[in-house]
């Protein structure tokens, strides 16, 4: 009798547990794409520079964001080719990967990946990873598009979802946001990852008078308020009366590292803008947009709270409150750069 409780209750012990979801995805791609040095940057955060190619199969298996990867590295000289189509069939996703610092070969790769669809799961998600951002001579985006149809690649694969990210696994440009969008995909759970806040300014949207500014370190400040505030206002203005549209985002060059040869990602400048008040945030350029947005409007809406309509041209935010604010509206995703 004992015996049988014991099975029973192991038994229910195992319906009631959640094991975490495990997703099978396939990187493919023409050789020296950097397939691997994704993989290792998805696994440890960590750059890894290797010239080593990879023959045949490499399988690896990692959490990213909560979900469980068993991965699969094929290799993408042409003689490895034939194999790819065994692990495509079993693969929930599919991430091919471009040397987009190479546009000469868009069209190999495009017959490689036309070559691999047939294989590729209906339903998939099919990213395009255009990787080797940081080392294009001459941005080949647009090149990109125009070789990798996007809307021809779902007519002929049935894709759940496509998409095509200009990315760096070197430098961390844009490479989060390209597997952030997989997994929200794949799981359906909107992904706000951390991000790095350098500086934050507040500011009337019509006459341009700065409000508030904070930055990281107290007396510290990468960027004057002011003229941060007067740049940032000139080029939206321009681009709203050369192109209809107002700009959200601006990047900015970032000096090397003293002392050292490593060149730090870019600072990207991003504007959440309402009727009464703007607010813009200077951030890494890899961090998240949405996120951004998200804590820009939420600084609106505070703004507002602390400043009320009727002294709203003679009272200023001091950058202490801000920060303070900031610190325990987002204790456990926010993180303040202190370089």
């Known amino acids: 009798m004992l015996k049988r409780l014991f099975r029973r209750h192991s038994k229910e012990e195992k319906t009631t547990s959640t094991p975490p979801k495990e997703e099978l995805i396939t990187f493919i791609g023409e050789a020296y794409g950097g397939k691997t040095t994704i993989l290792h940057r998805l696994r440890t955060g960590e750059f890894y520079s290797s010239s080593v190619r990879t023959m045949g199969l490499n399988v690896d298996s990692f959490e990213y964001r ?15 080719h034939m194999i790819w189509g065994d692990y495509l069939r079993l693969s929930t996703a599919v991430v091919f ?7 000469q070969s868009f069209g190999s790769s495009k017959a490689a990946l036309y070559n691999a669809m047939p294989s590729i799961p ?11 951002a940081d080392i294009s001579g001459v941005d080949p985006y647009v090149t990109l598009l125009k ?20 990315m ?3 430098t961390g440009s844009n490479f989060y946001q390209a597997f952030d969008w997989l997994i929200e995909t794949l799981t359906g759970e909107i992904i706000l990852p951390n991000i790095h806040i350098h500086n934050v300014c507040i500011y009337q949207t019509d006459s341009g008078l700065l409000i508030g500014s904070s930055s990281a370190t ?6 004057d308020p002011a003229l941060l505030t007067s740049m940032f206002s000139a080029v939206n203005t321009f681009a709203e009366a050369s192109m209809g549209a107002g700009v959200r985002e601006i990047l900015m060059k970032r000096s090397s590292t003293a002392g050292t040869d490593e060149v730090s990602d870019n600072y990207k400048l991003v504007r959440v803008e309402e009727s009464d008040f703007s607010v813009i945030l200077i951030v890494d350029e890899s961090d998240s947009m949405r996120k951004s947005v998200k804590i820009g409007k ?4 505070w703004t507002r709270i602390k400043i ?25 995703d926010l993180i303040m750069a202190n370089t």
């Open 97 to 103: 990967v471009v040397d987009c610092s190479n546009p």
């Open 308 to 332: 009320p309509e009727t002294v709203r041209l003679i009272e200023q935010i001091d950058g202490e409150e801000i920060q303070t604010y900031l610190s325990m509206k987002f204790p456990e």
């Open 168 to 170: 760096s696994a070197k």
């Open 298 to 301: 939420d600084l609106l809406i």
């Open 218 to 223: 107290q007396g510290q400040s990468h960027y």
């Open 122 to 132: 209906e339903n998939a998600i099919l990213l395009i990873a255009a990787n080797k």
């Open 66 to 80: 909560n979900v469980q990867f068993q991965a699969f590295d094929l290799g993408g000289q042409e003689s490895f």
């Open 147 to 166: 070789h990798f149809d996007l809307y021809d690649i779902q007519q002929k694969g049935n894709f759940r979802a496509i998409n095509i990210f200009h």
